[in-house]
């Protein structure tokens, strides 16, 4: 198909793009597009909803509510008092999708101790189906969120710098720590049983 090594390079960063899996994670270029094509961004959209905490085992499908930068920091406050963990993933993220279970996990055994784990979906607004069948599959029963602006709007105001990527808020509302690339996930565990358990 291809003639010589420069058409080779040519073509491998035309469909490349920004966005590319790594063992370390999802990189971003926040001048750029996600790699499905953006068919509506709203930069300004705010949520006119409250999410609940948690959804029910015997539903059907999960709910995922549409949120910007401002309204997600709305949903925060509206619930400081809480340590809250917030996983920015995508469904076409790959190390997102092998890490998501350990989140699951995570959930199960810190819920009764107050944490608050959130799903935040940087997948297009308008696949928002595939995020509730992923979501339904691995039986995430926590608040799920998917963003409700532009890719680099998104990152800009979330303070996400690659995919997956982990924010630990404290109960006054300030962030604790982010947790990225191939962070250790025992060294998140340690620190949650210290906090919520005093362990």
């Known amino acids: 198909m291809f003639r010589n090594h420069r058409a080779r390079i040519f073509w491998f960063l035309l469909m490349g793009g920004v966005i590319f899996a790594s063992s370390s994670g999802c990189k971003f270029n926040s001048d750029q597009s996600s790699p499905k094509a953006e068919s509506n961004q709203n930069d300004s959209a705010s949520p ?33 008092g ?5 996983d920015f993933w995508a469904t076409w993220c790959a190390p997102c999708v092998e890490k998501f279970p350990q989140v699951v996990e995570l959930e199960q055994k810190f819920r009764e101790k107050g944490l608050i784990v959130v799903s935040f979906s940087m997948d297009e607004p308008d ?73």
């Open 48 to 80: 006119t909803f409250k999410p609940d905490d948690r959804r029910t085992s015997g539903e059907d499908r999960p709910t995922v509510f549409e949120l910007d930068g401002p309204g997600f920091e709305n949903w925060r406050v509206e619930r400081q």
């Open 127 to 199: 696949e928002v189906a595939s995020v509730q069948d992923f979501l339904l599959k691995r039986s995430a029963e926590f608040p799920a969120l998917i963003r409700a602006e532009s890719m680099g709007a998104a990152f800009e105001n979330l303070g996400i710098s690659s995919l997956p990527e982990l924010h630990l808020f404290r109960p006054d509302g300030s962030l604790e720590k982010k947790f990225s690339d191939e962070f250790e996930w025992e060294e998140l565990t340690d620190f949650l049983n210290e906090v919520l358990t005093g362990q």
């Open 82 to 86: 809480s340590w809250i963990l917030v």
